[in-house]
């Protein structure tokens, strides 16, 4: 009895699946030019440049003195304990046709460069104890999730800079290829960072992002106005953003089609993409192979997680009884599948798993299904496929290659 215990489980969570999806329904470049810039020449130019405002000086609001750019005033709404420690501050942003000014943050688009800048954010500056962190600190938690692999998949080749002390703050430049989902495509970015710190309670954060599609024959001026304000080196290069491009291509790069749950990348096939229609909740991601739709599904690929805590369940013991297994399983399916098999499968990339496999009879086309179920360090993981007999794809074999070669996050 005690294993069929350990064995139940895993049983329920599938019957709520199975359930709630039904037995035979699927759960389913061309650059503008632009000179390069050293730092020797930025700093020299910029000692000749003499301009009357600067970030953190006091100005005009109605200020005239930029040709790309306009004043903005961002305020921070700070109280505690009945003091208020509201902060405000003027700053020059682009004159986009896409600009918005939201009490801290102001955002702007013109000439290839979408700028975005914040006044003491929320995600920088203070730890949750009131204790300031330091602006290296700060930049590099920044980073780490905006640029975390298994939550960003779409940029390619990240290249992160070493930070730069600037009169004020730090300096930190991206580059990156960005696949444009839209125009189908990777488009090389330029993405600089800067926090500065104009005194104990205010901090700026700046973020300048040029993109290779759209910079144009004004872009340079702005860039110039920006830095001369702002005082920081926004880099930006057509020729190496062009030759980065070209070698990822040329490497088979834009091939790989990966994926990530968060907590496993892999890959699967050009075409396959991630379906949210029959995902029902967070937890549960679904992938189909491009030329399915809703009304069409040949086959899929399912991975789900969820947390049960240390001891819930032991698919090692679950292993060494596979016939129990079998039995169990055929008596929650009823009449509903046939040729049930459960097996020990061994070690994957997320912990070891047990084998399930069974047919569905359809009045159309019969549907073959498998799922791996894992348990590892309090979580449990299924990892399911179904396929009917239209489908032209391994799905099995693509669900086998992600168990062997999956990459899992470190906890």
Known sequence: MKRKWIMLPAVIFMTAFLSA??????????????????EDGLAGRKEKEKQEVALGSDFPEDFGGFAYMSSAVLVTEDSEEGENNSRELKVMIPDGDYSSINQNEAYSEKDGIKFRISLNPAYTFLSGQGQKYSLEDDMEFFLSYTYDEFYNTYCKEIEISEMVQTDNGIRVTVKYLMHDTWLEKYIPVFCTYYL??????????????????NVNGETDGLIAELETFYGFDIEWDAKAAQKKLDRFLAGGGSEINSFSTGYLMFELPEGWYQDYYYSE?????????KEDSVENISCFIGIRRE?????????????EDTEQGKAIFEEQFGDRAENVEVTDYGM???????????TVRGELSDEKVEWYIIADKGYLYFIYASATAECTEDVFGLVEDILHNGKVREE
């Open 21 to 38: 999806c039904g037995m035979g329904e699927r759960i389913a470049s061309v650059f503008y030019s632009a000179p390069a810039r050293g």
């Open 281 to 289: 909740n967070a937890n549960t991601f679904t992938f189909l192979p």
């Open 307 to 319: 947390y049960v805590g240390e001891g819930f369940i032991d698919t090692k013991e679950m292993a």
């Open 196 to 213: 500065a710190e104009l005194d104990k309670d205010t901090r700026v954060f700046v973020e300048v992002t040029l993109d290779a599609e």
């Open 348 to 358: 994957t990339c997320l912990g070891y798993a047990v084998k399930l496999s069974y």
